[in-house]
């Protein structure tokens, strides 16, 4: 039996999910691309922010929180199954891409919140894919640098200058 997942409004979560049999599926830009068009068509149909994500080659992260009223669970099943449909019209494919269902966990406090966004930013890092996480184009930072905020919620001063911190090695 599947453990319950915890849902409370007005809080953010990490959410992973990963490609099935954690198969490279999203290796490509293009395909990268798609998916970002799937999270932006998404903020047109639900209410949420992303401070936070990064898309990987078999699986991506957020850092989301859900509006007022909105359902994680809805938000993720559409994102996921737009995604697929998109995916397998493209490859002349059938059937389920993901594997199992989405993994989330709620944020607790600042510190978690800056920790996450630290992990979320050094995924294509620690894979190898580049050497800073400012270069990942794929992933938040990167479009907070660049100033692309239709899919990134641009965190507030004071967070930002937390995280800046613990980037340089200071307490934050």
């Known amino acids: 039996m599947r453990k319950p997942r915890q849902l409370q409004a007005g809080v953010t979560y990490h959410v992973t999910s990963k490609i099935n049999r954690g198969n490279y599926e999203m290796k490509t830009s293009e395909i990268k691309n798609l998916f970002l068009e ?3 068509a998404a ?17 991506f ?6 509006g007022k009223g909105e359902s994680l669970s809805k938000i993720m099943q559409w994102i996921k199954c737009s995604f697929t ?4 019209k493209k490859h002349n494919m059938t059937g389920h891409l993901w594997g199992e269902r989405f993994w989330s966990r709620i944020i607790n406090g600042i510190e978690d919140f800056l920790k996450t966004v630290g992990y979320i930013d050094n995924n294509p890092v620690a894979s190898g894919l580049v050497k800073e996480a400012k270069d990942w184009e794929f992933g938040g930072l990167f479009h907070y640098i660049m100033g692309r905020i239709d899919i990134v919620f ?3 001063e004071a967070i930002l200058e937390r995280y800046l911190a613990m980037r340089r090695g200071g307490v934050g």
């Open 61 to 66: 992260h957020f850092l989301i929180t859900p």
């Open 38 to 40: 799937v999270i932006k």
């Open 85 to 88: 449909r998109r995916w397998n």
């Open 154 to 156: 641009p965190p507030d």
């Open 43 to 59: 903020k047109t149909k639900y209410d949420f922010i992303i401070s936070n994500f990064c898309i990987m080659d078999n699986h």
